[in-house]
């Protein structure tokens, strides 16, 4: 006999009904101690490799922002030459950046402002007065941008100890290479769903195989299809999330362990959540009963459905 | 409560039954024999909805079969208790939650008939044994078991395959006692088996059609059994 399963049925194993809950329903399936473990295990693992793929993603992803944004249409005119030359050099040079076309802004930074960025390296002690420091500009690009070849051209005729330093396109493909991992991961967390998914599904169908007689002695004392599904349905959603929020804590708990985000530590320790991206694991064990409940739905329908 | 009109159903292959027709009325006490192989499983699970007929038309309650989804065909099983040769419980739960097992299935609140289920168990002489799992239960407490799980909805109709075939003589004498005595409470009883002891002890207590699957056909068997 193949029948289908009513629209009723399939209404009474929706997740909502599934949360109401029918705790009587669920002692029907015999604990089976091994499949349960499995289950809770392979959630808590991909949940678990879920986060990092998540923080991966996030942390990238805000890194591309960052750079680009920083370095939207900026660039670096830097001056060399003999002290008593620089005022006069950076002066020409910023009469032709007024000149050029696209160049919204120039500016030459203070001593301080220069100071400021030598520090990290030289420490607060350096009497920068007393070397000879290359003045630096900064150039503001408008809407169009400039042509950086014809500005080198010019700056080189009127003041040949300036150097331009155009580096939006040098990181630019750093931008790029940030986006591409971004999208690796995201790609990595649809996979995790997915192999979760397959895995429960495996799960599934061997727990309702394993029951064939179970399901046989339901169905012979008027058990409903909606009944026995939901009996197993409930069973691996509830699992699937409880191993979820279990590799979700380790691997929260993983993340705080990594060493802060540090200026000097560059983007390798920017690799944790921030701010509002720290909700984001804790939409992982829902996500992960909803992958459970549907997979195990779709095994039991696909199950039952061809039962006698 | 089942008709059966013009009935056949075939193995892949071969006939096993045809040109079946038969209209159990409520009340009415059945035993259905034949050779060992002749349907007569097949012929109760005709009954019961666990299969559909190849040709002719089975009705159940008033409902088709071929039109019958799969709830349906459950919602009618609460309707007929069904009593297995081999019976089969849920062995991780003890006899009086197997017992109480359609009432948990069909939705009914099983702590408010604990006292119905206690009668039922104890009318069934299991009480020393209702916390018990299946396994460790002899053949003749298996198949009482199967009865009272087949009653406890209180269903029109009780079909019964072969329920004294692992059992001793005694034993299947009280399995028939309890079935005759549900019969006397209005059910519909029909009991397939090849034993004609039974049919012959049973002749006594109560007014019995006795059918026979022989050569694919069901016949009324004669009054010489």
């Known amino acids: 006999m193949n029948k289908r399963l009513s629209p009723r049925a399939l209404a009474a194993i929706s997740p909502l009904a599934l949360l109401k809950g029918e705790p009587q329903a669920d002692r029907v399936v015999p604990p089976t101690g091994f499949t349960a473990r ?6 808590a693992a991909m949940t678990f490799l879920a986060v990092f793929a998540l923080a991966l993603s996030l942390a990238t992803g805000r890194m591309a922002a960052n750079w680009s944004q920083e370095l939207a249409r900026s660039s670096t005119l830097r001056i060399s030459a003999p002290a008593d030359q620089i005022a006069a050099q950076t002066e020409a040079a ?28 030289f420490g607060p002690d350096l009497p920068v007065d007393s070397l000879p420091i290359p003045q630096l500009v900064e150039i503001v690009e408008d809407g169009e941008g400039y042509d950086a070849a ?20 040098w990181r630019r493909p750093l931008v790029r290479a940030a986006e591409r991992i971004r999208a690796l991961g995201l790609l990595s967390l649809l996979l995790i769903g997915g192999v979760m998914a397959a895995m429960i599904t ?38 699937a999330f409880w191993g979820a929020a279990l590799g979700m804590a380790l691997g929260l708990a993983a993340l705080l362990a990594l060493p802060q985000a540090q200026a000097e530590g560059g983007f ?33 329908r696909r199950m039952l459905g061809n039962l006698a | 409560m089942i008709e059966l009109d013009n009935l056949a159903y075939s ?10 027709s038969l209209r159990l009325t409520p009340g ?53 208790g069904v009593v297995h040769q081999d019976c089969q419980f849920l062995d991780h739960l003890t006899v009086a939650e197997n017992i109480a097992l359609p009432l948990m299935v069909s939705g009914h609140d ?65 399995l028939l006692a309890l079935l005759v005595e549900l019969n006397r409470m209005g059910k519909t009883v029909m009991i397939a088996t090849h034993d004609l002891g039974l049919i012959r002890a049973a002749k006594s207590r109560v007014q019995a059609r006795v059918l026979r699957i022989a050569k694919r056909r069901l016949q009324l068997a004669g009054a010489d059994l």
């Open chain 1, 94 to 121: 910023l009469q032709v950046l007024a000149t050029t076309r696209g160049v919204a802004r120039a500016r030459a930074l203070t001593a301080e402002e220069q100071q400021g960025l030598l520090e990290p390296w």
């Open chain 1, 268 to 300: 390798l320790t920017g690799l944790g959540l921030r701010g509002w991206h720290w909700i984001w694991p804790f939409v992982l064990p829902p996500v992960a009963a909803a992958v459970s409940f549907a997979a195990t739905r779709a095994a039991a």
């Open chain 1, 150 to 169: 014809g500005l080198r051209l010019r700056l080189q005729a009127e003041v040949p100890g300036a150097v331009l330093d155009d580096h939006a396109r």
């Open chain 1, 38 to 43: 499995l289950t809770l295990f392979a959630a």
């Open chain 2, 11 to 20: 193995y892949g292959g071969g006939e096993l039954l045809s040109d079946i």
């Open chain 1, 202 to 239: 495996l799960a599934a169908n061997s727990a309702l195989a394993a029951n064939a007689q179970v399901i046989a002695v339901l169905r012979l004392v008027g058990a409903r299809d909606e009944f026995i599904a939901r009996a197993f349905v409930r069973r691996f959603t509830f699992r």
């Open chain 2, 110 to 174: 099983v702590e408010a008939e604990q006292q119905n289920l206690g009668e039922l168990i104890a009318w069934c002489g299991l009480t020393h044994r209702a916390g018990a799992l299946p396994p460790e239960l002899s053949g003749g407490e298996r198949q009482r078991a199967a009865l009272a799980r087949a009653v406890i909805m209180s269903p029109e109709v009780i079909l019964a395959d072969e329920p004294t075939g692992n059992v001793d003589w005694e034993m299947s004498q009280r």
């Open chain 2, 28 to 80: 009415s006490f059945h035993f259905l024999t034949g050779p060992s192989g002749a349907g007569k499983t097949t012929f109760l699970k005709l009954c019961y909805g666990a299969l559909i007929p190849t040709a002719g038309q089975a009705v159940l309650f008033g409902q088709d079969v071929r039109e019958m989804t799969r709830d349906d065909v459950a919602t009618i099983r609460r309707r007929i």
